[in-house]
């Protein structure tokens, strides 16, 4: 044990979090650093008037076996739940009315969400060639040549809205959606790749994201980070705001306030797993270029409503996990999630819950708007939707100034500078959702990377 590294983490969200479980598992001295007054970062789960409300992720994605194995290891397996089988169909909104979008040959044939030509156009996809740089290609150019118009306009465009809050026209086909992209690159097309793509994880003991099981917890996703946070105990220092990183020369010193103290720690590895514009502020007196980069990843503003109202005043049927709207359709939200149905304990059995996103990459402009009438606006166009009578039992607004990380078009250009700037500077980490992945699965699956990393680093 006397022969491990200390390592500073900064930021006790699900990336530093998990990170730090597996090196304190290991029996590596670690120090976690957080701003806030409780574990979590962007998982945030709140209990108020009987509605529970994740106002950060609402779920996540068993993509890979890291996740089962820390949750049973954290304590968590008897409160993890996984959707209801009833919440499968997925709807689109379009021409004022819900569509479930098609899982099957039959319902591909049959369904009114994409017109007789657009079906002829994608049946043509597996004869489509290969691109050549995905990097430089957007995501809507990508879907476009291979699948044509309509399918981007009615599928891929709300699909990326309701992953990234963002904007086809602007993601990074290969740096946002890697997986898809391989499938071109590597098979030749979609289709053959979905194809063998599938033996492949099946050898890795991977999910691939479509046939991965959706995950929350009874008590809500906060739930997660917390426990881990739990195992860690005092290795965690809560309202410890990072100031600075300085080298020494065979370690570093990481600067940070605490209850108006300015405290130091000497440390042989440091780990930022905290956005990377508050990341610019510690370290960009190592790199100038640091905060030019940083300020080129665009986060949107996006603004999480969570509405719960009586089921009786609810004229729809609730079958489903909920729906996303395609930027064409014109309305002021991006899509809403029918929380009560997928996941239980949200609400008591009279009631029902739902969770609306706002803004995102497409429609940042909405929030010039007061937020009373927008709130109000939203609220209108969702009930005409819903074909609900009533006004809401309840309602709760979360604000996220600076939501998702856009992997846009040349956002390699970033990532191949944080490498750059690791190499440069030995014994620092950049991690966290802008690097590796969105997802709490890729966090999961990048902090087991991190870990080796660090023993690589370690034998040197």
Sequence with gaps: MSDKKNIVIIGAGISGLTTAYWLNKNDYKITVLESKKEAGGAMETIIEDG????????????????????????????EMI????????????????????PTSASAFITTKLFSTKAKFRMMAEPFIGKSDDGYYQSMAQFVKRRLGQEFLDYAIDPFVSGVFA??????SVKSAFPKLYRLEEVYGGLVKGMIKGARERKKRAEQSKQSAKM???INGMQSFPKAIADKLKDKIQYESRVQSVERRVNDWIVKYEQNGDVKEIKTDFVLSTIPVHSASQIFSNLDFEFEKHSRAIYYPPVMVLFIGFNKKDILRKLDGFGFLIPSKEKKSFLGAIWSSTIFPNRCNNDNAAFTLFIGGARSPY?????????????????????????EPLFIKDRM??????????????HENY???????????????????GISVGDCVKNSEITLQR???AGDV
């Design 51 to 78: 509605f529970l409300i994740d106002s950060g992720p609402n779920s996540g994605l068993e993509t890979t076996p890291l996740i089962r194995q820390l949750v049973d290891e954290v304590g968590l397996a008897n």
């Design 82 to 101: 996984y959707a209801n089988e009833s919440s499968n169909k997925r709807y689109i909104y379009r021409n004022c009315e819900l569509h479930p979008l």
């Design 166 to 171: 963002g904007d086809p026209y602007k993601l």
């Design 215 to 217: 995950f929350s917890f």
């Design 366 to 390: 909405l929030f010039d708007l007061e937020k009373e009438k927008l709130i109000g606006k939203v609220l209108q166009e969702f009930k005409q939707i819903m074909n609900i009578s009533n």
């Design 400 to 413: 996220w100034n600076n939501a998702i990380p856009q992997y846009n078009i040349g956002y390699i250009e």
């Design 418 to 436: 944080f490498d750059k700037f690791e190499k440069d500077n030995p014994g620092i980490l950049i991690g966290g959702n802008y690097r590796g």
């Design 454 to 456: 660090i023993k690589r």
